[in-house]
Nanobody
Framework: QVQLVESGGGLVQAGGSLRLSCAAS????????MAWYRRPPGEEREFVAA????????AYADSVKGRFTISRDNTKNTLYLRMNDLKPEDTAVYYC?????????????????WGQGTQVTVSS
């Protein structure tokens, strides 16, 4: 069964950086498009970034564009999210997800597999 496990979250001061990782199980196809979503406190889950199967195409939410970078290493079956210039409003539980499609999509209902999330807290 496909399993996704996020790591790399933690507490960081505003302006700092973190790199999140999402390790996929061996049954996770490298041809899946993947994405990061987040759920801020008291809010619904929202799109952060997505990447196609090869890593040649990406999409970002306006709120993180220019600060976050999504990437993947298909040889390691791992997804990454590099977060720079973190702001308090970035505080959330971050989730990775995978879709059966190879193309970039941003709608959460298009993602079949989800990790359990990793907490990112940005202090001011």
């Amino acid at each position: 069964q496909v399993q996704l496990v996020e790591s790399g979250g933690g507490l960081v001061q505003a302006g700092g950086s973190l790199r999140l990782s999402c390790a996929a199980s061996a049954r996770t196809r490298t041809t899946y498009a993947m994405a990061w979503y987040r759920r801020p406190p008291g809010e619904e889950r929202e799109f952060v970034a997505a990447i196609n199967w090869s890593g040649s195409s990406t999409a970002y939410a306006d709120s993180v564009k220019g600060r976050f970078t999504i990437s993947r290493d298909n040889t390691k079956n791992t997804l990454y999210l590099r977060m720079n210039d973190l702001k308090p409003e970035d505080t959330a539980v971050y989730y990775c997800a995978a879709t059966l499609s190879g193309a970039v999509v941003t709608a959460s209902d298009q993602y079949r597999y989800w990790g359990q999330g990793t907490q990112v807290t940005v202090s001011s």
